[in-house]
């Protein structure tokens, strides 16, 4: 399973929205050329595409899809004021034996996919290092909601002192957070996560 949205910005502010037709328009002719039936190729919103498809090796996935993370040339470009190719990063996860869980494996994909992006690096597996991290961001979001209610994430203040004279002239404000369950969170672990929960 696989979710690669192309990752070019603002493609419909910066070549107008025919551009933007014509890109989706590509790289959904291209991974339907790519993924023939059975397997089932959608596009589930904006610039984002999800496919499902038999499992098979990490190297001959990442070979096959190389025509959409290298850079994918346009029909119609001359249509397309300038565009000529695009490209798409993408997350691939393998559902685990047993029950086929579709919202799990869509999440899975979906975050290996942003990952991919943060590193340019076109494809990203979904491993255990990162099934990992995402177990440990939803602790750490659950507890975090509760302990702010409980008044456990406490405020300490850091004084700021005047380089010529020594004296105070400010304070600055941090958050410090420690449970019996997960230890002291550095802050910049928890505040990362209450940023991207909502918590903040």
């Known amino acids: 399973m696989l979710r690669p949205p192309t990752r070019w910005p603002r493609i419909n502010d910066v070549y107008g929205h025919a551009a933007g037709d014509i890109a989706i328009k590509s790289v959904a002719q291209k991974l339907q050329t790519i993924f023939r039936v059975p397997a089932l190729v959608g596009r589930i919103g904006g610039d984002e595409f999800l496919v499902l498809t038999k499992t098979e090796s990490q190297s001959a996935l990442r070979e096959r899809l190389m025509p959409v993370v290298t850079g994918l040339p346009l029909e119609n470009s001359d249509r397309a004021n300038g565009l000529s190719k695009v490209a798409c990063s993408v997350g691939v996860t393998y559902p685990p034996k047993g029950d086929l869980d579709l919202e799990l494996l869509v999440n899975e994909a979906d975050e290996a996919m942003y990952f991919a992006k943060r590193?340019?690096?076109?494809?990203?597996?979904?491993?255990?290092?990162?099934?990992?991290?995402?177990?440990?961001?939803?602790?750490?979001?659950?507890?975090?909601?509760?302990?702010?209610?409980?008044?456990?994430?406490?405020?300490?203040?850091?004084?700021?002192?005047?380089?010529?004279?020594?004296d105070v002239v400010a304070f600055e404000a941090l958050a410090r957070w420690g449970t019996p369950e997960l230890g002291s969170v550095p802050p910049s672990e928890f505040l990362a996560v209450a940023h991207n929960t909502g918590i903040l």
């Open 119 to 166: 590193r340019a690096s076109g494809v990203q597996f979904y491993d255990k290092v990162m099934r990992a991290q995402t177990q440990r961001r939803r602790e750490l979001a659950g507890q975090l909601k509760k302990d702010i209610f409980e008044g456990l994430v406490t405020p300490m203040f850091q004084p700021i002192f005047c380089a010529s004279s020594g």
